[in-house]
């Protein structure tokens, strides 16, 4: 958005293509076809910031993360090809920072507690994107599992190097929580449990008993 690549509404195709001799595609084999970003984060459709990618648009990304808590993995280096997105490829972050990271994007006023790089996520409009794409995560995309009823929780799924993570606050509209939990193994949805038995277990402690959107799956956590 702030180098004009992509506007609010605009559709990118999620459709498979080739990079040199490397073959790129979404997580859906067939693609999402013409996606929004709304639905591209909450169903984490790689196929749509594939499409969003040119060098200056990578370069920019490499420099965005690395001041927001992103690392070098040492020994590697980020490719200049739409890998550079994906967790792990050059590229690292602690839970702790990625924490700090998300707190950054939501809304409302912040700790003076929360240590860290800056955020330097300024632009309004793309806030509010992100942020919706985050709730429909929940609400009806990969973070489904998080759905609470009374409790709006928005979050982000995703993996690095074998490791299952979501990325969540709560709750949507008055954030109280950052919560990143990481997986080993198993199903993409183990970091989605984990963050959804934290809040139940909060609201449990309040006294609060609730309903979740959807019966919990059983995954292997560790």
């Not at 040199?20 to 910031?49: D, I, M, P, Q």
């Not at 632009?123 to 794409?133: H, K, Q, T, W």
């Not at 490791?163 to 080993?184: G, H, L, Q």
């Amino acid at each position: 958005m702030a180098n004009g690549r992509y506007r609010p509404g605009e559709c990118l195709d999620c459709t498979p293509f080739s990079l040199g001799h490397r073959r790129y595609r979404c997580w859906n084999r067939k693609g999402h076809g013409e996606t929004e970003v709304t639905k591209a984060l909450a169903v984490s459709c790689n196929g749509f910031f594939f499409a969003s990618f040119d060098h200056d648009t990578v370069l920019g990304t490499v420099e965005l993360a690395l001041r927001s808590g992103y690392t070098f993995v040492e020994g590697e280096s980020p490719r200049l090809a739409p890998d550079v997105l994906i967790h792990g490829d050059g590229l690292k972050i602690t839970p702790v920072d990625q924490a700090r990271l998300i707190a950054g994007i939501v809304p409302g006023v912040h700790s003076p507690n929360v240590k860290g790089p800056p955020v330097p996520f300024t632009d309004p409009v793309a806030l509010a994107e992100i942020r919706r794409g985050m709730e429909a995560a929940v609400t009806d995309g990969s973070g489904k599992i998080c759905r609470i009823a009374g409790f709006p929780v928005a979050g982000k799924t995703g993996s690095w190097k074998g490791s299952r993570w979501f990325a969540c606050y709560a709750p949507a509209d008055n954030p109280r929580f950052v919560v990143v939990a990481y997986t080993k193994g198993g199903s993409i949805h183990g970091g989605v449990e984990v963050c959804r038995r934290f809040f139940l277990s909060y609201l449990h402690g309040q006294g609060i008993t609730v309903a979740s959107g959807r019966k919990s799956r059983r995954h292997r956590l560790r």
